[in-house]
C-alpha cells in the first residue's frame, strides 16, 4: 500500500520537507487539531476505495479499516468517534455509509464509543470531486448540524479520503462551535498534492 512517509503536517497530514505545519494550515488553520491517514491516495487506493464506496464492494471496508486501526492504535484516545455524515439524500441512492461502515470497525477494535445521531448533514453538496478547491469550501458552509451536546469532547472524525479538507474542517469547526474541546480526523488515505 502506498506510504505516506514520517514528515508530514501535523494538522493535515499533507507531506511537508522537515513535517512542519504546511502552509495551508499556517494560513488558514483547519477546525481539526491533527489528523491520522492509514495511507497516501495513490494506486491502488485511488481504485480499491471508490470501488468500496462507489460499488459498494463492502468486503473492503474490513481490510481498509486495519491499516487505520494499526495507526489509531498508538494515538490519543477520543472519548466518541463520529463518521462523516451522509446527506439524507445521498444515503439513499448509495444504500449504506462508508465512513459509518469504517468507524464501526474502528469502534470495535479500539473500542471506543461510537454514535449515529450526534451529527447531521442537512445541506445537499455536489460530489466534493467535482468541484475545484474554492467552491468545495464555499459548498460545504453551514453543511452539518450538531444535535447533541458534545461539550468538552475530544473526538475523532473517520471518512475515507482527505482530499482538501474541505468537508473534515466544516465538520469539525461546527463541532467546536458545539463546545467540542478536541477534534482529529482519523482518514483511511491522504491526498498528497
Ligand atoms: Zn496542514
Known amino acids: 500500500m502506498p506510504q505516506l512517509g514520517q ?12 513535517g512542519e505545519r504546511c ?30 464506496k462507489y460499488g459498494a464492494e463492502l468486503a473492503l471496508a474490513k481490510p481498509l ?26 444515503l439513499q441512492e448509495r444504500g449504506f455509509n462508508q465512513s459509518q461502515l469504517l468507524a464501526d470497525l474502528l469502534a470495535k477494535a479500539l473500542r471506543v464509543p461510537v454514535r449515529y445521531d450526534v451529527v447531521e448533514r442537512i445541506k445537499l453538496t455536489p ?3 467535482s468541484l475545484p478547491r474554492d467552491a468545495r469550501r464555499t459548498a460545504i458552509r453551514q453543511a ?21 479538507g474541505a468537508s473534515l474542517d466544516e465538520l469539525a469547526k461546527t463541532l467546536k462551535q458545539a463546545g467540542a474541546s478536541r477534534i482529529d480526523c482519523w482518514v483511511i488515505a491522504r491526498t498528497t498534492n
Not at 34 to 49: E, G, K, M, N, V
Not at 144 to 162: P, Y
Request: aromatic share 6%; hydrophobic share 40%.
Open 7 to 18: 514528515l508530514r503536517c501535523p494538522c493535515c497530514a499533507l507531506p511537508t520537507p522537515q
Open 23 to 52: 502552509g495551508g494550515c499556517l494560513q488558514h488553520p483547519p477546525g481539526f487539531d491533527s489528523t491520522i491517514a492509514a495511507w497516501a491516495y495513490d494506486w491502488p487506493l485511488d481504485r480499491l476505495i471508490p470501488a468500496y
Open 144 to 164: 452539518f448540524r450538531v444535535r447533541e451536546a458534545v461539550s468538552g469532547m475530544h473526538i475523532a472524525l473517520v471518512d475515507d479520503v482527505m482530499t482538501t
Open 127 to 129: 460530489p466534493q470531486a
Open 65 to 90: 479499516a486495519e491499516g487505520l486501526i494499526l495507526n489509531a492504535k498508538s494515538a490519543p484516545r477520543p472519548d466518541l468517534l463520529l463518521a462523516m455524515p451522509l446527506h439524507p439524500t445521498r
